[in-house]
């Protein structure tokens, strides 16, 4: 089982409509989770982080954790045509300063 | 903001080839990685580095070396580079253990 899992998609969803990425880990000691954004042809860059169970909003992004059942998702209201891209989950477990990516999901927002 | 730069986005290098990679990031973040990513496969942490001098393996560290005389300034080395070493390769920077990284903009390599 690889350590962080995503669909990789391509995942199709309206203008408008809410997007959900999802992605799931292999272990309970990871600690803090992070999704990153990479257009094609670019690096990633970093979205939002979530350290503790629960949701957090930043704007149209709302990241979900949940540790006892293993994943966490990215919701993204309001599509936009400009959020096509790929959404990289990553983890970090204690103990060193190692990030495991997921091998990304491609979403295309359609007008 | 976080910047990180690296030396070039795209270089063209011949089998055997001796290659250096370099980054720089501007605000003074202690921890500096290479990774490499490929379709499918995604991104890979190659070598990364805590301080000044000191470097740690990664998932995937043969046929590469690193070097870090400066805070500021990561180097990747191919030795002898191959074909299989086609790739982009991405350094990324984070100011503590745990914290978020931030990329720089790549450099695609192809080995001929």
């Known amino acids: 089982q690889k350590e962080v899992e995503q669909n990789s998609g391509p995942l199709s969803v309206p203008e408008g409509a809410i997007a959900s990425l999802n992605c799931t880990y292999s272990d309970r000691v990871s600690q803090s989770f992070f999704w990153y954004r990479q257009y094609s042809g670019k690096s990633p860059e970093l979205i939002m982080s979530i350290y503790s169970n629960g949701d957090k909003e930043d704007g149209r992004f709302t990241a979900q954790l949940n540790k006892a059942s293993q994943y966490v998702s990215l919701l993204i209201r309001d599509s936009q045509p400009s959020d096509s891209a790929t959404y990289l989950c990553?983890?970090?477990?204690?103990?060193?300063?190692?990030?495991?990516f997921g091998t990304g999901t491609q979403l295309k927002v359609e007008l | 903001d976080v910047k990180v730069t690296q030396s070039s986005r795209y270089l063209v290098k011949r089998t055997g080839e001796k290659v250096f990679l370099e980054c720089v990031q501007d605000?003074?973040?202690?921890?500096m990685f290479w990774y490499r990513q490929d379709p499918g496969l995604g991104l890979r942490l190659i070598y990364f580095?805590?301080?000044?001098?000191?470097?740690e393996k990664g998932d995937i560290p043969e046929g590469y070396s690193v070097s870090r005389e400066k805070k500021e300034r990561f180097s990747l080395i191919l030795e002898s580079a191959s074909t299989n070493q086609t790739s982009m390769y991405l350094c990324?920077?984070?100011?503590?253990?745990?914290?978020?990284?931030?990329f720089g903009p790549g450099t695609r390599l192809t080995v001929l």
């Open positions: 605000m003074d973040h202690e921890n």
């Open positions: 580095s805590y301080d000044v001098k000191m470097k």
């Open positions: 990553a983890r970090f477990t204690g103990g060193g300063n190692k990030l495991t």
């Open positions: 990324a920077t984070s100011s503590g253990s745990g914290n978020e990284q931030f």
